[in-house]
């Protein structure tokens, strides 16, 4: 076992200490006349009244800017068998802009037409409610205007930087 300081953790040991947390694997979308996407772990449900959920998202990526240009985004939460998707956003070396959806389905979002993932276990269409500092990262809270989801459908995680899917057992299990 290692153990560090948090003054001492360099940032390689601090991103695997962070990998220990088994996560859902989401994709984050804007719309409009460029639309963008980008693969993200950092998803979570804040409120229900209002209905809220944060994305943190690095001050220097793309979607940084254009979460603080626009007003609705979309949250998609990868099914098992979409981990191509998962890597298709994540790969800085996509093509950009309307063309980096080319390789994957998508459908507008009711509301604002903002991308979802098709075939995703659930869906969030969402306008910026707040942004707040957190550190290299943005803490963006949106407010969930529509929301679809899959009941039969198994989530894509991510363990220690791989994916993997919710065992078969514990499918069916209500919390």
Same mark, same amino acid.
């Given at each position: 076992?290692? &153990?560090?300081? *948090?003054?001492?953790?360099?940032?390689?040991? #601090?991103?695997?200490?962070?990998? *220990?947390? !088994?996560?859902? !694997?989401? &994709?984050?979308?804007? +719309?409009? /006349? !460029? /639309?963008?996407? %980008?693969?993200?772990?950092?998803?979570?449900?804040?409120?229900?009244?209002?209905?809220?959920?944060?994305?943190?998202?690095?001050?220097?990526?793309? %979607?940084? @800017?254009?979460?603080?240009?626009?007003?609705? =985004?979309? !949250?998609?939460?990868?099914?098992?068998?979409?981990?191509?998707?998962?890597?298709?956003?994540?790969?800085?070396?996509? /093509? #950009?802009?309307?063309?980096?959806?080319?390789? &994957?389905?998508?459908? /507008?979002?009711?509301?604002?037409?903002?991308?979802?993932? *098709? +075939?995703?276990?659930?869906? =969030?269409?969402?306008?910026?409610?707040?942004?707040?500092?957190?550190?290299?990262?943005?803490?963006?809270? +949106?407010?969930?205007?529509?929301?679809?989801? @899959?009941?039969?459908?198994? +989530?894509?995680?991510?363990?220690?930087?791989?994916?993997?899917?919710?065992?078969?057992?514990?499918?069916?299990?209500?919390?």
């Amino acid at each position: 076992m290692q &153990v560090h300081s *948090a003054t001492d953790a360099d940032a390689t040991a #601090l991103r695997r200490a962070f990998g *220990a947390f !088994v996560t859902g !694997v989401t &994709v984050i979308t804007t +719309g409009g /006349p !460029v /639309p963008h996407a %980008m693969t993200a772990n950092s998803f979570t449900s804040v409120s229900l009244d209002p209905p809220l959920i944060l994305v943190c998202i690095g001050k220097g990526a793309v %979607m940084h @800017q254009c979460l603080s240009e626009t007003s609705s =985004f979309g !949250v998609s939460v990868l099914a098992a068998e979409q981990e191509a998707a998962a890597r298709h956003f994540a790969d800085r070396y996509r /093509p #950009l802009g309307l063309a980096q959806f080319d390789a &994957v389905e998508v459908t /507008p979002g009711e509301v604002t037409g903002v991308p979802l993932i *098709a +075939g995703a276990s659930a869906g =969030f269409e969402c306008e910026v409610w707040r942004a707040y500092d957190g550190g290299d990262h943005t803490i963006f809270l +949106g407010k969930v205007l529509s929301l679809r989801r @899959q009941d039969d459908s198994a +989530g894509l995680l991510v363990y220690r930087g791989q994916f993997g899917e919710i065992s078969s057992a514990l499918q069916g299990v209500s919390v």
